[in-house]
């Protein structure tokens, strides 16, 4: 992924220097002075509305808080022939009600529903959400790239170029467009019945997925910023970017099923830092040497558990840690620790064989194969926010429940196994590794080790958001014993 940003950025940096007006310079990736010493809110007094999609897959390991998910769905599912979806306005005291329970209800959306509700209630909802996030979907950085694009591109080339710049957005960005763009590619599949055409839809929508014309607002993005003294009649500029806007989200919508895909000229890259020994073991050249495999991983986690966090970095919460790896690859690993109201052997049972517990996101697992009475080839899927395909893990692991003062140890790798068929994208956990220790009467510390390539992902979202997803795994897990998880 990072050498086809890279690529990305040169096709379209020689597309925009040959198209556009040498007076315009908005195509910059310089970060505006008044940026840099940007006070970083923590938004714990918010939950949906308001919150960057970056803080959302920190606490819940999706782009999109689940209440919003669910309105998809539900549009999707019931209201698609409803004239006029997301034209039409729906009733703002009904609007207010629908946004202060998703507010109540968090990010995991328990306790959401939408049955019985308006169509344009729920889509009003929906369009607020995307205008209430503290920067446009397609960032303040290149949001004009986009305009820019469908303001002096050739249309021969415009689909060229916004591949180019798709691949440029942030990787929570870029989830949730193909999620809104194949949502609306939908909506306009019925226009017999709800008159909704590509163009109307994007009418509709883009001012709130570019933050156009907006003068108030809490947070204040660059673009915000620039028009908060133009007030009254839109200006020539306004009404190009208006058009701009609304041309490049009708030609996103009409081509969603192609536009994420990997260009052809970009496909023919080699040498990424994905191809470079971060492929699984075979698990027949393994077989024979498993057991010392295990060993080793064994003992660097009994030496890793000793030391605490000796030689890592904190990272903003007491049981979050991280070190880069020295050994020549770019992925950081990550250190977790927590306390959980349970002696160790629960724990280890609790995560060995009651996934579905504490995991809401697992969609099925199997042991592949048995290797000996506490090793085996583990598989398990997990969902991912439609319509991306879910992540396949399948991973050798082994545990022991004998360690000194009681307590126990978890290790795994992932491993190609040839009993185990691809169920989705087939994620890579370079290390996975637990560590349970008493700490007290009917409680354990449980200190977690990860390092993994889920494959498609910038290294930037491995260093601000995969730490955090290991925390959220284990606080699910200590949650287990005290809320068990209703799925």
Not at 40 to 46: A, E, L, P, S, T
Request: proline share 5%; hydrophobic share 35%; aromatic share 8%.
């Amino acid at each position: 992924m990072n050498l086809l940003q890279k690529f990305s950025l040169l096709t379209l940096t020689a597309l925009l220097e040959k198209h556009t007006p040498t007076n315009k310079h908005g195509f910059s990736w310089a970060v505006p002075k008044f940026m840099k010493r940007t006070k970083v809110r923590d938004f714990k007094d918010r939950s949906v509305f308001g919150v960057p999609l970056q803080v959302n897959v920190q606490r819940s390991g999706q782009p999109l808080p689940q209440g919003i998910q669910q309105a998809m769905r539900y549009l999707h599912n019931h209201c698609l022939d409803q004239v006029g979806l997301f034209r039409k306005s729906g009733v703002k005291s009904r609007i207010q009600a629908l946004r202060q329970m998703n507010e109540s209800c968090g990010t995991d959306g328990c306790g959401v529903s939408y049955e019985g509700q308006s169509a344009y209630d729920v889509a009003d909802m929906l369009k607020q959400y995307f205008r209430d996030l503290p920067e446009p979907l397609f960032t303040s950085k290149l949001a004009d790239t986009f305009l820019q694009i469908y303001q002096y591109m050739p249309e021969d080339q415009r689909l060229q170029a916004v591949r180019a710049a798709v691949l440029l957005l942030p990787d929570e960005n870029r989830e949730t467009l193909q999620t809104l763009l194949c949502f609306l590619n939908d909506v306009t599949a019925n226009v017999k019945e709800n008159q909704m055409t590509c163009r109307n839809l994007a009418v509709c929508l883009a001012p709130s997925l570019f933050h156009l014309n907006t003068v108030k607002r809490d947070d204040s993005s660059p673009r915000v910023m620039s028009r908060k003294n133009a007030l009254g009649k839109p200006d020539q500029r306004d009404l190009n970017e208006n058009l701009a806007a609304t041309g490049s989200l009708e030609h996103m919508i009409q081509e969603c099923r192609t536009l994420f895909q990997v260009p052809e000229e970009m496909s023919c890259c080699r040498n990424s830092y994905v191809d470079q020994a971060l492929s699984p073991v075979r698990m027949d050249e393994l077989l024979d040497s498993y057991r010392s495999f295990i060993k080793e991983s064994m003992e660097t986690l009994l030496k890793e558990a000793k030391d605490r966090f000796r030689g890592y970095d904190s990272c903003g919460t007491p049981e979050l840690a991280c070190r880069k790896v020295n050994d020549g690859r770019t992925l950081r690993q990550w250190k977790v620790c927590v306390e959980v109201a349970a002696p160790p052997e629960d724990v280890l049972q609790r995560i060995l064989r009651e996934q579905g517990r504490w995991d809401e996101d697992l969609l099925e697992s199997r042991v592949v194969e048995t290797l000996d009475s506490s090793s085996e080839v583990y598989q398990y899927v997990r969902n991912n926010m439609a319509p991306h395909p879910p992540t396949d893990y399948v991973v050798l692991r082994s545990w022991v429940t004998d360690l000194s003062k009681g307590a126990c140890a978890l290790v795994g790798v992932s491993v190609d196994h040839e009993a185990a068929a691809v169920l989705g994208i087939r994620a890579n956990l370079l290390t996975s590794r637990y560590y349970i220790e008493p700490c007290g009467t009917n409680k354990s510390r449980l200190t977690y080790l990860s390092r993994a390539d889920c494959r498609g992902r910038c290294p930037e979202w491995y260093n601000k958001l995969y730490g955090h997803l290991c925390v959220s795994e284990l606080m699910r897990i200590r949650d287990s014993f005290t809320c068990p998880l209703d799925k």
